[in-house]
């Protein structure tokens, strides 16, 4: 095992453990075997702590192989997102080989090379990034998987394939129509449900929300994990992103057990929008 092999199979065992996830054989050789170094660009890099950017001392990948965030465009906060959290994210998805998904916000497209990783050369992979820059090094980037296909555009408006998962990695204060109606039976879907932005312009603090398509009309919904991530390309309305602030600020979203849509809000609601609700009953 050479050096860059060794820092790569240690990151796999920390961040598949820190998630929690550490019996995830094809999650961790995922991980492991996925050189973040090539999404990320040439070194010093950035490393995001506490609203601001501390530089590596030199262009070592080993400062990579951590659970960090790195910069991808500091002037705009967008970054490589926290590998922990992703591990715990892409754990709860269980995209399964074979699997077509898609992933809205897909930066410079490490964690879609994850994605293609995990469904495999008979899976399919469509990632979205309206980001022109983001979007170009993505294609590059991706060019020697053949199960993925890099779209520069909006992951948030139609038309969107039919799917067994769809992963996104932008903040979000709905489940949006487009997502829903394009997941498949037993498809899930994986957002970051996000509330209005905290102190100083900071991206405010939500959850990841999983959403599995049970029947026609019926959706479990549970929180994974926290999260903040930046807006999603229209998929925010700064009405229900206040009341989202309200509903995390209670501390119960861990009770949210399914989606409902199209339908009146009942006692059962934890928090509603524009023709859809989260409810604490099953």
């Not at 920390?14 to 075997?33: D, I, M, P, Q, Y």
């Not at 950035?46 to 991808?72: H, I």
Request: aromatic fraction near 8%; charged fraction near 20%; proline fraction near 5%.
């Amino acid at each position: 095992m050479n050096r860059l092999e060794a820092y790569r199979h240690f990151y796999a065992e920390l961040v598949t453990t820190s998630a929690g996830a550490a019996k995830n054989e094809r999650l961790k050789h995922a991980f492991a075997s996925t050189p973040r170094e090539r999404f990320i660009g040439i070194g010093p890099w950035k490393v995001f702590a506490r609203g601001n950017y501390v530089e590596t001392p030199t262009d070592d990948p080993a400062f990579l192989y951590q659970d960090v965030v790195v910069a991808l465009a500091p002037e705009r906060r967008i970054n490589n997102g926290e590998p922990s959290l992703h591990a715990i994210s892409l754990a709860a998805l269980n995209v399964k080989q074979g699997e077509k998904v898609l992933h809205v916000g897909a930066g410079t497209g490490y964690y879609t090379a994850l994605l293609a990783r995990l469904t495999g050369e008979t899976g399919t992979v469509v990632a979205y990034e309206v980001e022109h820059d983001l979007a170009q090094n993505a294609i590059r980037n991706l060019s020697d998987l053949s199960n993925v296909t890099v779209q520069e555009r909006s992951g948030s408006e139609a038309p969107l394939p039919a799917c067994d998962a769809i992963y996104v990695n932008a903040g979000a204060t709905a489940p949006l129509n487009v997502w829903l109606d394009a997941l498949q039976l037993n498809g899930r879907l994986l957002f970051p449900l996000t509330p209005a932005d905290g102190p100083g312009g900071m991206p405010g603090a939500g959850g990841m929300l999983l959403v599995t398509r049970t029947a026609t009309d019926h959706f479990d919904a549970r929180f994974v994990c926290d999260a903040m991530f930046v807006p999603c390309f229209g998929a925010r309305d700064e009405e229900t992103a206040q009341k989202l602030s309200a509903a995390f600020k209670r501390g119960d979203s861990n009770n949210v057990r399914t989606l409902r849509r199209n339908s009146k809000p009942d006692d059962t609601c934890w928090c509603a929008g524009n023709g859809w609700w989260l409810s604490i009953a099953d």
